[in-house]
């Protein structure tokens, strides 16, 4: 991914600034106040880990799906389908990865941190863990033993996370038809809610049509009020990224807390 993307990370970074200083506007226009500025300040910080964090691991990403392609005697023909295929494969098992991780004590550690912000902005997409990059190949391991290319793999997956950081916004309002199909803005917010109808909704990454098929579905029907339900974590990244193992290790972690 790092030879694909690499030419145009600096780019492909200008224009993320640009949309995010643009949301800032209509926030600051609107007075809706979807931005505080420690907290954007600590999802920059964590944002700034994450990156460097894609760069210390992209190599062993490579290497457990490269184990296991090889592994197989046959590899999917590099062509369209194949690669509409993988994509709608790594979107299916990121659902279930994204579930997963909401369930289960020991994910839900280094995921925590995505759910702790107190404000849905596009700074949030990106408060993920620095070290979730040790788990998440894992994941695709399925879709490397059924001959997809490595890296069809990582750009699908790549694509998935990018599309997701459009998601997270109150800028755009419902989109009619095309709720319930693929992932929106409007079903997203419902995922960040600690409001008790909407814990454990919407876990799709580019379809939605995954919640709805396992009944984990639920659309935009009140106020959203985001983070964790046991409230701020504060602004400190290192804590933000940290919290969840320790509260994992010393066994106070609690889901959804």
């Known amino acids: 991914m790092k030879h694909t993307a690499g030419p145009y990370r600096l780019w492909i ?5 640009l949309i995010v200083l643009a949301e800032i506007a209509w926030s600051w226009k609107n007075d809706k106040r979807a931005y505080e500025i420690k907290e954007t300040f600590s999802n920059l910080a964590v944002l ?4 460097f964090s894609k760069v210390l691991f992209a190599g062993y ?5 490269g184990f296991f392609t090889a592994l197989v005697p046959f590899t999917l023909p590099r062509n369209g389908w194949v690669f509409l295929l993988t994509f709608i494969t790594t979107d299916f098992i990121y659902y279930w990865f994204h579930r997963v991780s909401h369930i289960w004590k020991p994910l839900w550690a280094f995921h925590m941190v995505h759910h702790s912000a107190m404000h849905m902005n596009l ?29 069809y793999i990582v750009i699908c997956y790549a694509l998935n996370l990018v599309y997701q950081f459009f998601l997270h916004t ?15 803005p409007s079903a997203h917010r419902v995922h960040h809610g600690s ?15 995954w919640d709805k098929l396992f009944g984990t579905y639920q659309p935009e029907t009140e106020k959203v009020n ?4 046991s409230g701020s974590m504060g602004y400190n990244p290192f804590k933000l990224v940290f919290k969840g193992f320790t509260d994992l290790f010393t066994g106070k972690m609690k889901l959804k807390s």
């Open 170 to 184: 109150e800028a755009v309002g419902k989109l009619g038809v095309f709720e319930g199909i693929i992932d929106t």
């Open 226 to 229: 985001y983070g964790l339900t």
């Open 123 to 151: 700074t949030a997409a990106y408060r993920l863990n620095w070290l979730s990059a040790i788990i998440s190949p894992l994941f695709f391991i399925p879709a490397a033993i059924l001959g997809m290319p490595v890296d």
């Open 61 to 65: 990403q490579l290497a457990i799906l």
């Open 13 to 17: 970074l200008g224009f993320l600034l």
């Open 48 to 51: 700034a880990g994450f990156q």
């Open 195 to 209: 409001n008790p109808v909407y814990i454990d909704k919407n876990f799709g990454g580019v379809l939605i049509i």
